[in-house]
């Protein structure tokens, strides 16, 4: 089956910039979205079509594409941006949805 | 503001059947090119697609759960069902239901709204 890759972990100091990678074959076909999850919440939709950014979701967000990898980057971390980071996109026909297994952000 | 929220047994026996619903507010069910979704994740781990239904009827499953799930839809009352079949203990989750907002011109889709979850155990 399908399988989106992404980092376990990534840790950046505040201010800096973070970057978390997904990787999957069909993703040159197929649009990426990315999701953030604090702690007992539902996730939270931050880009979505590889790179728009939904309203209320601040700029400091982005999204990036590139072959199988696209990149979420989180410019200036703040200290309410640790959270964990889905992407999800879908197979190679479009018909099921795929979640990468999460990254977990750590502002130290 | 569209808002989602499951409910249903929090605990369930092994090999029964498990059975949320999903009501919608804020919007209708049946408007616009939305696919009516449930999600789930495992305590500690990752999200994982379950399936949609379109307020048509027309549904489709993650593969891997095919065999077990049915999800239906009742327009008149704007709510979506999840029914899982033949459940162990690593069906144990937290069951998201949320809406699939459909790309034009693509078959892809991306989850907008989302219900606050709801924890299911399987245990005896």
């Known amino acids: 089956s399908y399988e989106l890759t992404q980092p376990p972990s990534v840790s950046v100091s505040p201010g800096q910039t973070a970057r978390i990678t997904c990787s999957g074959d069909?993703?040159?076909?197929?649009?990426a979205y990315w999701y953030q999850q604090k702690p007992g919440q539902a996730p939270v939709l931050v880009i979505y079509?590889?790179?728009e950014r939904p309203s209320g979701i601040p700029e400091r967000f982005s999204g990036s594409s590139s072959g199988t990898t696209v990149t979420l980057t989180i410019s200036g971390v703040q200290a309410e941006d640790e959270a964990d980071y889905y992407c999800?996109?879908?197979?190679?026909?479009?018909?099921?949805?795929?979640f990468g297994g999460g990254t977990k952000l750590t502002v130290l | 503001q569209v808002q989602l929220q499951e409910s249903g047994p929090g605990l369930v026996k092994p090999s029964q059947t498990l059975s949320l619903t999903c009501t919608v507010s804020?919007?209708?069910?049946?408007?616009?090119?939305?696919?009516w979704s449930w999600i789930r994740q495992p305590p500690g781990k990752g999200l994982e697609w379950i399936g949609y239904?379109?307020?048509?009827?027309?549904?489709y499953y993650n593969p891997s759960l095919k065999s077990r799930v049915t999800i239906s839809v009742d327009t008149s009352k704007n709510q979506f069902s999840l029914k899982l079949s033949s459940v162990t203990a690593a069906d144990t989750a937290v069951y998201y239901c949320?809406?699939?907002?459909?790309?034009?011109?693509?078959?892809?889709?991306?989850?907008?709204?989302w219900g606050q979850g709801t924890l299911v155990t399987v245990s005896s």
């Open positions: 949320a809406r699939g907002v459909v790309v034009a011109a693509t078959p892809s889709y991306y989850f907008d709204y």
């Open positions: 804020g919007g209708s069910i049946s408007s616009g090119d939305y696919y």
């Open positions: 239904i379109y307020y048509s009827g027309s549904t």
């Open positions: 069909a993703l040159p076909k197929q649009y």
């Open positions: 079509k590889d790179s």
């Open positions: 999800q996109s879908a197979d190679s026909s479009g018909t099921s949805v795929v």
